[in-house]
C-alpha cells in the first residue's frame, strides 16, 4: 500500500491486470482502517462516470469497526491510463478479476473473516453478477446495492427492440459514440461549483459524463438481461433506492429530492431476481447515489444499513474457497 491522493489514513494498493487491445491495466483498491477493527470489511464499487471519493461513506463503517476498501474499476478514476478509453468495457465479466483480486486481499492478506460488497448503479449491477457467478466461493457474506443500473430509464421501444440494434451494432463498431448525451442535471445537484454539496475530480466525474459506447451500451444491455433472467445470490441483500425518478433533462429543485439518472421502479421490479433473501428499503427524497442526499436522506440510509448489516452479517463469516475461479463469460 502506498499514500492515496485524499491523504491519510487512506492507503491505495495498484492492481496489476495485464494487458487488453489498448495496452495495459490497472485497478486501484483504496483502503482505510478502522481505529478499532472488528474482523469485518466493506469493498465498495463506483457506478459509470464515477470513482470513489465519498470518505463520509468511509467514515460511516470505520467508526462502526468496519475496515473500509474502495475499489476504482480499470479504466475509471484512479485506475484511468492516458492509452485508454475513459469507463469503457466490452464484458462487465471484464471486472471480474479485480473483484477477485481485491476480496482476495481483503479476505486472505489482511484477513478479515466477514466481507460486505457494496456497489452503485453499474457498479450494482457488476457485483450482482460477479456475486452470482462467484456463488460457491464463499467470498461475500452481504451484497449492498445503492441504486443499481438493472434495466436502462428509457422508454420500452428503446429499451428493447432499439437497445438490441445497438447491441448488434457494439459487436460490429464497439467504439462507436452513440448521440446519447448525458444530462447535467444530476452532475449540477451533487458538485459543490454548482448546486451540491460534494467536491470531487471533474475530470474523473464530468458534469456530462463520458461518451456513451456501442460495445458499452451492449455490455450493460447482456448483464441486465442475465440478471432479469434470475441469479442466485446466496448471501442476504440490501437493495435501496428513492421513491420517485426526476425525468427532466433541465434543471429543476425536484431533482434534489430523487433519482435523476435512473428508474427506480426497475429496481423494484427485478430485485426479486437477484436470490432468496431480498430487503428493499426505499427512501422519500434520496438522489441517484443515495449516500450522497441531502443530510437528512443520507441519515436515515446509513441508520438503515448500520441495522441491516448488524442484523444480518453479525453472526459470523461464510467459508472461503481457497481458490478464487477465473472469470466465466
Known amino acids: 500500500m502506498e499514500p492515496d491522493l485524499l491523504g491519510p489514513p487512506y ?12 495496452g495495459p491495466v490497472v ?24 470513482y470513489f471519493f465519498q470518505t463520509h461513506v468511509a467514515d460511516f463503517f470505520a467508526a462502526r469497526g468496519w475496515d473500509f476498501y474502495a475499489l476504482d474499476l480499470r479504466k475509471y478514476g484512479r485506475s484511468l491510463l492516458p492509452h485508454q478509453t475513459a469507463n469503457f468495457c466490452r464484458d462487465l465479466g471484464d471486472y471480474f478479476p479485480e473483484l477477485d483480486a481485491a476480496a482476495r486481499i481483503v479476505r486472505t492478506e489482511d484477513g478479515h473473516d466477514t466481507l460486505l460488497a ?31 443500473f438493472f434495466d436502462l430509464n428509457a422508454p420500452w421501444f428503446v429499451r428493447r427492440p432499439l437497445a438490441a440494434a445497438v447491441a448488434r451494432l457494439g459487436r460490429r463498431a464497439p467504439h462507436r459514440v452513440l448521440p446519447l448525451a448525458l444530462p447535467t442535471v444530476y452532475g449540477e445537484s451533487l458538485h459543490a461549483d454548482h448546486r451540491g454539496e460534494w467536491t470531487y475530480d471533474l475530470a474523473w466525474k464530468p458534469l456530462a459524463g463520458f461518451p456513451v459506447r456501442a460495445g458499452w451500451l451492449d455490455a450493460v444491455r447482456t448483464g441486465q438481461r442475465r ?9 442476504p441483500v440490501l437493495l435501496a433506492c428513492s421513491t420517485r425518478s426526476f425525468r427532466g433533462r433541465k434543471w429543476h429543485e425536484s431533482a434534489t429530492l430523487a433519482d435523476a439518472v435512473l428508474d427506480v421502479e426497475h429496481m423494484v421490479r427485478w430485485a426479486p431476481r437477484l436470490g432468496q433473501h431480498i430487503t428493499l428499503a426505499r427512501f422519500d427524497g434520496g438522489l441517484h447515489d443515495l449516500t450522497l442526499s441531502g443530510p437528512a436522506v443520507r441519515e436515515k440510509v446509513f441508520a438503515e ?24 463469460h
Open 11 to 22: 492507503e491505495r494498493h495498484t492492481i496489476d491486470l495485464g494487458s487488453d487491445d489498448e
Open 27 to 50: 485497478a486501484t483498491l483504496v483502503r482505510r482502517r478502522a481505529e478499532r477493527p472488528t474482523g469485518r470489511a466493506v469493498l465498495h464499487v463506483h457506478g459509470f462516470v464515477d
Open 118 to 148: 457494496m456497489g452503485h448503479s453499474t457498479g450494482g449491477l457488476i457485483i450482482s453478477l460477479w456475486a452470482h457467478a462467484r456463488r460457491d466461493a464463499g467470498l461475500i457474506d452481504g451484497l449492498f446495492l445503492n441504486s443499481p
Open 227 to 235: 440478471l432479469r433472467a434470475g441469479l442466485d445470490i446466496p448471501v
Open 305 to 328: 444499513v448500520g441495522r441491516w448489516a448488524e442484523a444480518f452479517l453479525a453472526a459470523g463469516p461464510t467459508a472461503i474457497h481457497p481458490d478464487i475461479p477465473r472469470p466465466r
